[in-house]
């Protein structure tokens, strides 16, 4: 059969912006890669970017406290975290149709600090605070996660319903995080508000490499499932008629987003904003074709957790700025920009 | 060919639909028509397997719908063959025309898409009318043209059966025609069982092969609107008097009697 002329140019038209929407990831891949090395750069001493580039690439000449330093303290925790938060937003994002929805609006942030919180008051349950808090928060993560997907499993619940579910548990454990710091001591007390803060300091090679692990399972297994997330996006009874295994889909996403986010927030406290904003960002460039729109979003929130980073480690010289306060102080503004800027249409 | 046997719907305990029996040909346009709330969009959810059913059976082809919960593979076949259009034409994704059309071969796609499936999508657009419109932002449509789209996207899946709920409601006089036309002239050409909800009965009786007349969750009267339609019939379903006229080509128009 022949192609009309208008068919190969609307093809080719469609496969130039395909290109152009690589192009955007690929830049973004370079950005978020000058942001790990500006983050692995920052801190007490101060290394020049070309330290450490030579540094993770073993090529010429440098000092062995140079490699130390790179190797041993600066772990690119903030990457890989910012990657899990930006992908678990934009998933929630899509699957509860909803742009205000992030596993910090829906509450899972909040289970985390309050199952952290709790494990601390309890001395840890007789394990060291570096283990027993992850585990508590991961937990309470899963509960909360555990909690909307029931809700989720419903069949005559819609998905408002879900994000007020999300609301009442964050207000919940909000509530019962509050309840806490006000029996503990002052000591206790302290040291609960620090997890809160956020922190990507309390990263240890294990920890980084069990966070990466999950966070690349779940983004591949995310990014199997593209053109069916994009069909639910066009609604529910459109997704179904298209095949959609609806339900089932919303459960399978469900699990890998609190899997993929719990085990992040456990390890590095509590970072607002990034799985909110990451997304928006994503769609703005590349539009909502999930082949693009969820590896720009782990780029975008990789590369705004990496140079929050940079900016908690430099704001007060020497000293560390909890990184969780930065990225709602910088999230804010940026948020109440993309509400209101006005929206782009054609790329 | 879609074949309903007694088929009946339960919804928390009461019956919203009961004893429908019905043959619905291939290469035809079944209209339903009825009143609000008597089970119109019902019957068309039980026919696409999104509810269950209380009693009967629905068959079409080999595959068959029975009581009780169906669930897994056996929804999955039998949804594979049906296309279904909601009312709905809200689309408020960043997705161009043809990228959504593409979306309606879902379970055949990969990563990549292939020149065959835009070529394939690009045809769609064409039979529809709205080619132009491909590198298009949806969002940036029209509700007509919007559509037009999405129909093209159900088109995609090469059904046997197209389920389609008060599909031009929202639409303006020049779209309402020209999907209809368009569902018409491709039920035709493809012998689909095309089943429509409508709500504008002059349009029904116009297009309609085959009119269902549903009311009080019961199938009132079924035929070619000429055979059935009467002012009694629209007075008893609708309470309503009104006159029966005749168009040109002889099908049924009718008009209210504006009461005194």
């Known amino acids: 059969m022949t192609i009309s002329a208008d068919r190969s140019e609307a093809i080719i038209a469609h496969r130039a912006r395909e290109r152009k929407r690589w192009r955007y990831v690929l830049l973004f891949l370079l950005i978020t890669a000058v942001s790990l090395v500006f983050d692995i750069a920052t801190g007490p001493s101060m290394l020049s970017p070309s330290e450490v580039i030579r540094s993770l690439t073993g090529i010429g000449e440098r000092a062995a406290m140079t490699d130390a330093i790179v190797r041993e303290f600066r772990l690119p925790m903030a990457l890989v975290v910012g990657a899990a938060l930006g992908a678990g937003g934009a998933q929630m994002?899509?699957?509860?149709?909803?742009?205000?929805?992030?596993?910090y609006t829906l509450g899972m942030a909040a289970a985390a600090g309050f199952g952290a919180a709790l494990s601390l008051a309890f001395g840890g349950f007789g394990l060291h605070p570096m283990i027993s808090v992850p585990i508590g928060a991961f937990i309470f993560s899963m509960i909360a996660a555990l909690f909307l997907f029931m809700l989720a499993s419903m069949r005559t619940v819609r998905t408002e319903t879900i994000i007020l579910g999300g609301i009442a548990l964050l207000f919940l454990f909000q509530s019962l995080l509050s309840l806490i710091q006000f029996l503990s001591s002052p000591e206790l007390s302290q040291q609960i508000l620090f997890w809160l803060f956020g922190s990507l300091t309390k990263a240890t090679w294990p920890t980084l490499a069990l966070t990466a692990v999950v966070t690349l399972v779940c983004c591949l297994m995310l990014m199997a499932d593209s053109w069916k997330l994009a069909a639910l996006r066009m609604g529910e009874m459109r997704a179904l008629s298209l095949g959609v295994n609806v339900r089932q889909l919303r459960m399978k996403i469900l699990i890998i987003v609190a899997v993929m986010t719990a085990t992040a927030t456990s390890f590095v406290g509590v970072i607002g904003f990034i799985g909110l904003v990451a997304p928006h960002i994503a769609r703005m460039v590349v539009g909502e074709d999930q082949r693009f729109s969820?590896?720009?979003?782990?780029?975008?929130?990789?590369?705004?957790?990496?140079?929050?980073?940079?900016?908690?480690?430099s704001i007060v010289p020497g000293a560390l700025f909890p990184v969780g306060i930065v990225t709602a102080i910088v999230g804010v503004p940026f948020l109440l920009w993309l509400i209101f800027a006005p929206r782009r249409r054609t790329l | 060919m879609i074949e309903l046997e007694n088929v009946g719907i339960h919804r928390q305990g009461r019956s919203i639909l009961g004893g429908v029996s019905t043959q619905l040909d291939a290469g035809k346009i079944h209209v339903i028509i009825g009143p609000n709330g008597t089970g119109k969009t019902t019957l068309l959810n039980a026919m696409l397997g999104e509810l269950t059913l209380a009693e009967g059976q629905i068959q079409c082809g080999n595959q068959r719908l029975l009581p009780g919960k169906v669930r897994g593979k056996s929804l999955h076949g039998w949804r594979d063959t049906i296309a279904y259009l909601p009312q709905d034409t809200t689309a408020d994704i960043d997705l161009t025309v043809l990228e959504v059309v593409v979306l309606g071969r879902l379970g055949k796609l990969s990563l990549h898409i292939d020149d065959d499936t835009l070529d394939a999508a690009m045809q769609r657009l064409e039979q529809a009318g709205i080619a132009h419109l491909a590198g298009r932002e949806i969002a940036s449509l029209s509700g007509g043209q919007r559509q037009m789209v999405l129909f093209a996207q159900v088109m995609m899946r090469e059904p046997k059966v197209m389920l389609l709920d008060?599909?031009?409601?929202?639409?303006?006089?020049k779209h309402?025609?020209?999907?209809?036309?368009?569902?018409?002239?491709?039920?035709?050409?493809?012998?689909?069982?095309?089943?429509?909800?409508?709500?504008?009965?002059?349009?029904?009786f116009q297009y309609a092969d085959n009119l269902l007349v549903i009311a009080q969750g019961k199938i009132q009267a079924a035929g070619t609107p000429r055979e059935v339609i009467t002012a009694e019939l629209i007075a008893q379903t609708y309470g309503v008097e009104v006159e029966v006229l005749q168009d040109r080509l002889g099908n049924p128009v009718i008009q209210p009697v504006s009461g005194g």
């Open chain 1, 93 to 103: 994002q899509t699957l509860l149709n909803n742009p205000m929805a992030s596993p």
């Open chain 1, 294 to 313: 969820l590896p720009m979003s782990v780029l975008a929130g990789a590369l705004m957790l990496s140079a929050a980073s940079v900016l908690s480690k």
């Open chain 2, 166 to 173: 008060e599909p031009v409601s929202a639409l303006d006089l």
């Open chain 2, 176 to 204: 309402q025609i020209s999907l209809l036309n368009l569902v018409r002239r491709e039920t035709r050409a493809r012998g689909w069982v095309t089943v429509i909800v409508l709500h504008d009965l002059n349009l029904a």
